[in-house]
């Protein structure tokens, strides 16, 4: 009994001492910090988000035209590239519009435009 209990608090201590915390930005550094959060935060507003999800509409016809096997490969690109951190705008529609085309080739049905809008919400940490 005593063994296994020593060797469990050796391991919580190796544990416990590699553990670090958080370093908080101090000075100018929580100033630019501040300034960044708050420049995300507007950028996911309802208006843009709209905007968003009007231009993944657009990308519906272009996506609706590709085999199975084309949709395969783009879906298999976009993933490789989320994967590899790439998350820009474009690559981000791109994932969504091909999303909606794999809901509407299982369902049948596709997801609204406000729908759209809101999964996008989500995706930026926005509580819907």
């Keep these: 009994m005593t063994q296994a209990l020593t060797k469990y608090h050796a391991l919580y ?69 989320f994967v590899r951190g790439a998350e820009d705008d474009a690559l981000v529609r791109r994932g969504f519009a091909l999303t909606r085309e794999v809901a509407r080739r299982t369902t049948g049905e596709e997801p609204f435009v406000v729908q759209l809008m809101a999964s996008l919400g989500l995706y930026h940490g926005r509580i819907v």
């Design 13 to 81: 201590e190796a544990v416990r001492s590699r553990r670090r915390k958080p370093e908080v930005p101090k000075g100018f550094d929580a100033l630019a910090n501040k300034a960044i959060v708050q420049a995300k935060n507007l950028r996911a507003r309802p208006a843009w988000l709209m905007a968003q999800a009007k231009l993944i509409d657009t990308l519906s016809p272009s996506i609706r035209s590709l085999t199975e096997a084309a949709l395969d490969e783009q879906i298999s690109d976009v993933r490789d590239r």
